[in-house]
């Protein structure tokens, strides 16, 4: 795995134990987080609080199945399985996309989609 590769995948591991630091530590100052058709979000600050977003509980299951990288361009795609205090559980497909400045993590694109329960 290349240097940005094990970044994406230490932001993965960091939403799998809900540890924001570790997390945080893979950002820029300045980084942007689009989630596609809901809202954006910049900054650490922005971005610290949407991490345990409290319409959400506990911490998401993440499966990446498949990553590719291109230049300063980090693509991954996977399922996953999480919790909303109002519906109970969800599962989901997932595609980020991670821009890179200086060696972090500059921009996320989230693009998710839910997914039957059954499987």
């Known amino acids: 795995m290349t240097a940005q590769q094990d970044l994406v995948a230490e ?8 540890d924001h630091p570790r997390i945080l530590a893979t950002l820029t100052d300045d980084v942007a987080w689009v989630i596609h058709g809901h809202r954006t979000i910049t ?32 693509i991954a795609v996977g399922e996953g399985r999480g919790a909303t205090v109002e519906h109970g559980p969800f599962r989901f497909a ?26």
Do not use: M, W
């Not at 971005?47 to 990553?67: C, K, M, S, Y």
């Open 11 to 18: 932001y993965f591991n960091g939403f799998r134990a809900g």
């Open 43 to 74: 900054g650490k600050a922005g971005f610290d609080g949407e991490i345990e977003n409290p319409a959400f509980t506990g911490h998401p299951d993440l499966d990446v199945q498949r990553v590719y990288e291109d230049g300063p361009v980090v």
């Open 94 to 119: 997932f595609n980020d996309t991670f821009t890179f400045r200086d060696g972090l993590i500059a921009r996320v694109d989230s693009y998710v989609v839910p997914l039957p329960r059954a499987c």
